[in-house]
């Protein structure tokens, strides 16, 4: 695949304040990555050095070919972005701002209804941004980081304020653009949503890059314990079947189920007991450690190394 975005090296310095350093990776096209991190980890600092709304203090990024520090970065109408806060001008309709935001990018105003409907404001596209509800202004900023059909979008916590149903919408609008060759980049805290839909995660902290592969490849190397959740065929559990005792920690969910955590290495010897013959099983769910436990085993990980 061809690398549509490339971090080299950046570091980026405010006075006093390290808020990137020494940060590389590279986004391939037609990839969902997912940036997450604490307030302050530099994920939006990442996001302005690719825009070039700001300037590395060392190192080099390359968008689609261009610096973006460079004095013509002709990427920029490739790009779409999405920033954590929008802020439109509330005097204008949404009809209008979209417009706006079209001339910037030198689109046909043919794509301003269509992208309107797309986010499901049709119904209040005459209206003043000024009466938009937060969840409103989300698409609205959703629908101008969408112009264009962007090879590169860079959206900051983008599902805030929609509902579960808009959500879902909005994760099915950038599916459709990465099937297409689009490279999405995506910072959030709501790490359960990330987890469905990133096909890798870059995991940040205090401006360091601490983690960065697929969920696959940060299990494997965090080493973390499966949970195994094993429901009985009586309720009571009058007998614990021995072999669970010594795999690792078993707590009793409720009167005929239980939960068990084993190391990856133990878990398909587990699993084959649990299904064999004369098992008192009845189901089980194996549950994998999760972006949440990752993103706090790397952390602390790095905190300890420190």
Known sequence: ???????RRVSKRFSKVDAVREVSFSLPEGE?????????????????????????????????????????????RQLGYLPENVSFNGALTGQETLAFYARLKRQSMRAVPPLLDRVGLTHAANRRVGTYSKGM????????????????LLLDEPTTGLDPALRQSFYEIIEELRSHGATVLLSSHALTELEERASRVVIMNRGIKV???????????????TR????????????IPKWLR???????VDRNMVEVNVAPEQKIDVLRQAVGLGSPIDDL???????????????LTQETAR
Do not use: C, W
């Open 1 to 7: 695949m061809t690398g549509t975005l490339e971090v």
């Open 32 to 76: 969902t990555v997912a940036l997450v991190g604490h307030n302050g980890a530099g994920k939006t600092t990442l996001m302005k050095l690719m825009l070039g709304l700001i300037r590395p203090t060392s190192g080099s990024i390359t968008v689609l070919g261009d610096d973006p520090a460079a004095g013509e970065f002709r990427a920029r």
């Open 137 to 152: 202004r989300q698409r609205l900023g959703l629908a101008q980081a969408l112009l264009g059909e962007p090879r590169v």
């Open 211 to 225: 983690a960065d592969g697929t969920l696959d490849e940060l299990r494997r190397i965090a080493q973390l314990p």
């Open 228 to 239: 195994l959740r094993l429901k009985f065929s009586a309720p009571g559990i009058p007998d």
């Open 246 to 252: 010594p795999i690792g920690d078993l707590r009793q």
């Open 285 to 299: 769910d194996v549950i994998p450690p999760s972006l949440d436990e990752l993103y706090a085993h790397f952390l």
